[in-house]
């Protein structure tokens, strides 16, 4: 793949739940190494936005096309977006009671093995490839033999998103409001491992309602998201213009 | 929103293949039949057949006298039609004159069905370490490994053998446990009982290989009436496996059976159950009604009984699987996992009492209930005024799939002295679309998310089983459960 094709292009996207239109005309292209940042006031649309990119069943698509590698991916279930490199990090990650993280985990990892046509890994194998990720975001092995996300902090939470995120090797990530409840610390950690993870082969959209996340992580270009539809594009200055004035100047 | 994501995920759902229950083939086979209806004649006609003692006719006509006299328990929270007694048929048997000792013997036809159900009745059991007793229809069709046990002095044979060949065991212990007016179904089949399980453990003895029945219903219009005995003498030990199908008919079939445990002192038994009977269609036509009466006795001190099962058959499951705490510092434990889809019902859980000293018991229920179906915990936990220094825990789990079905919880505790502990823990849960969302998103699919999902939460249970049943056990609850999520 050459660099610098679009990765994602969203061509005029109208998304509505129980005949409620949330995202009105929606455009939006993406190219291969660039970083989005999506901001944008509470009920803007861009929860939804990405989760009909992950292809949630709750949202129907009246009209529009969302083309991922030049295909269109508005028939593929949420596994097969995910197998073709579509990463999703939730904005509350959901507890999964009983099931272990290294489970989890791996049996993620082995779905996407499969899909492939490649071997699948032991659990043995499985531990050696997990616990170098586990660096990555500073996380203890010990986390492994715990419950998918009971009980844990919002940080740990969040950094397991970005843990499955890097161990899934995704090629577009969606993060929603990854830098929401965390410390400073913990925002480090995260923005250290998504700045490693990033390369010119892929793509990031960061959602998020703080410039805050953006002195860590420095992306190409800056969009808001009202009322369903991104109504500026700019650069990072953009999210700084945005901190000062709030929402309400672009409304004027 | 959740109407719509869930038609969707449905959609979804019911791409992936819907299991069919893989045992609902029929037999056909020459068969022994009393005609249909119940009456002291047919009771006399069984007792005939089956050559037995005065002891046996008089235990039979008792009952049956106590039955007339009884009716059906109603406070079971189960609807289901009246059944008619009348209208089934009460001794049904494969048309072979005499108890087989060499499985060459046995009619070819049923050694394939026993194939299909992927029971093997030949040596090579041996490598899995079960001796088996097959029940069909009212009849024990074939033990292995009799030699074998013997060898240790382990008695393990059909109950009419053991009828005759150790009547001093059978008086001694039949209806011990279980007496003969326990309650209506145990009478029914006091009176009316065709064959079972007899093992007797002697004393000192750990049992060498896991015994095991596997009980199938061919016939359309049998009931199918099985006894379970066994004994563990002082300081044995044993592990017991049951294992059920059922062809598929749109006619309900009646299974009602008792079981009945003995320890003495130091003794400890461990009883599992897969529990698979056919549970009718999606529509909820069809199934075998399953009314069930276990119950052990810790009889000796420091003697243990441990229940557990896997319940996902039957249209209907009436069962209690008890223990009556008599031995000073004996133990009781209940682990259960019921599963209910379409329009199963059930209602199950277990019954304690402490009657000696420091006995303890643990009570592990977990519940999924999917589709229309009623899933029902009922569980008794009695501590006697004498039971100084008892303990129970109970814990009672439910988990709900979907927005149609129904899980209760009816537990009872009555403790008559001061210094017992009772813990008693419970929950309810959902496998809501956000948790399949969550899955589905990491590239994992919807029927392994499910698997993964109820596995975690019946872990408990599952590591109590054997291991081969375990597997089974688990693969067996994803089955059942395809096409219900959504």
């Keep these: ?252 | 929103m959740i109407n719509q994501s869930n038609k969707v995920l449905n959609t979804n759902i019911t791409k992936l293949v819907n299991q069919d229950y893989p045992y609902g083939f029929s037999t056909t086979i020459e068969k022994d039949i009393i005609e249909k209806g119940l009456n002291e004649k047919t009771i006399r006609l069984i007792s005939q057949k089956k050559k037995e003692t005065s002891f046996l006719l008089d235990f039979r006509l008792k009952a049956y006298k106590k039955w007339k006299q009884m009716t059906e328990p109603e406070w079971a929270y189960l609807k289901f039609p009246q059944i008619d007694f009348q209208d089934i048929i009460y001794y049904s048997a494969p048309k072979s004159q005499k108890k087989l000792k060499d499985l060459n013997e046995v009619d070819p036809e049923l050694l394939r069905t026993f194939e299909k159900l992927g029971i093997s009745l030949t040596e090579q059991k041996r490598l899995a370490n079960v001796a088996i007793d097959v029940v069909f229809d009212s009849i024990s069709i074939a033990t292995t490994f009799q030699d074998e046990l013997s060898k240790y002095g382990v008695i393990f044979s059909s109950i009419s053998e053991a009828m005759i060949e150790y009547p001093d065991l059978i008086e001694k212990y039949l209806g011990s446990v279980v007496p003969i007016g326990d309650n209506y179904f145990s009478a029914l089949n006091s009176a009316v009982f065709t064959d079972g399980s007899f093992c007797y453990i002697p004393e000192g003895i750990i049992c060498p290989l896991d015994l095991s029945t596997y009980f199938r219903i061919n016939d359309q219009q049998s009931g199918q009436f099985e006894r379970t005995l066994i004994i563990s003498e002082k300081n044995s030990k044993v592990n017991y496996l049951e294992g059920c199908t059922a062809p598929q008919y749109d006619t309900n079939q009646l299974h009602a059976a008792v079981v009945e445990l003995i320890a003495l002192e130091n003794a400890s038994i461990k009883y599992s159950t897969v529990q698979n009977w056919y549970s009718g269609n999606e529509f909820g036509k069809g199934g075998v009604y399953n009314f069930v009466t276990k119950r052990g006795l810790c009889a000796g001190s420091n003697s243990k009984i441990s229940w557990t099962q896997v319940e996902t058959g039957s249209s209907i499951t009436w069962k209690y699987p008890s223990c009556l705490l008599v031995g000073d510092n004996s133990q009781g434990e209940f682990y259960s996992v019921a599963l209910t889809n379409n329009y199963q019902q059930a209602d199950t859980g277990t019954k304690m009492t402490h009657i000696g000293k420091n006995t303890r018991s643990r009570i592990i229920s977990k519940g999924i209930s999917a589709g229309k179906s009623k899933n029902s915990y009922r569980g008794s936990v009695n501590v006697t005024n004498k039971a100084l220094g008892a303990r129970n825990y109970s814990q009672c789990d439910s988990l709900l799939i979907g927005n149609l079905s129904n899980a209760n919880t009816f537990p009872f505790i009555s403790v008559q002295n001061s210094t017992t502990k009772i813990e008693h823990e419970a929950s309810t849960s959902k496998i809501g679309e956000e948790q399949i969302f969550y899955f589905l998103q990491r590239g994992i699919c919807l029927e392994k998310a499910v698997e993964l999902m109820i596995s975690g939460f019946c872990r408990e249970i599952f590591t109590k089983l054997p291991l081969e049943f375990a597997a089974e056990a688990d693969k067996l609850l994803s089955l059942k459960l395809e096409g219900s999520v959504g």
Excluded at chain 1, 212 to 229: A, C, E, F, T
């Design chain 1, 1 to 252: 793949m050459t660099l610098n094709s679009p990765i994602l292009e969203i061509k005029d996207l109208q998304v509505s739940i129980n005949d409620n239109e949330i995202l009105k005309n929606l455009n939006l292209k993406i190219n291969r190494g660039e970083i989005h940042a999506i901001m944008g006031p509470n009920g803007s649309g861009k929860s939804t936005f990405s989760k009909v990119l992950a292809g949630h069943p709750a949202y129907s698509i009246s009209q529009g096309d969302i083309l991922f590698k030049g295909l269109s991916i508005l028939d593929l279930d949420p596994e097969e977006r995910s197998h073709l490199g579509i990463f999703l990090a939730f904005q509350y990650p959901i507890e999964i009671p009983g099931v272990s993280n290294e489970d989890f985990l791996r049996l993620a990892y082995n779905s996407k093995q499969k899909f492939y046509n490649k071997p699948e890994v032991d659990p043995l194998q499985f531990l050696t490839i997990i616990n170098d990720k586990l660096k990555l975001v500073n996380m203890s092995p010990l986390f492994l033999s715990r419950n998918v996300n009971e009980g844990f902090s919002g940080g740990e939470k969040k950094r397991n998103e970005i843990l499955q995120m890097i161990l899934l090797d995704s090629e577009l990530s969606i993060l929603d409001e990854t830098d929401s409840g965390l410390d400073i610390d913990a925002l480090k950690v995260i923005s250290d491992g998504i700045n490693n993870f990033m390369s010119p082969e892929k793509s990031i959209i960061l959602i998020t309602h703080y410039q805050r996340l953006l002195d860590y992580i420095s992306p190409n270009y800056v969009h808001v998201m009202q009322g369903g539809k991104i109504v500026k594009t700019g650069s990072a200055e953009l999210a700084k213009e945005l901190e000062d004035k709030g929402y309400e100047w672009l409304q004027s």
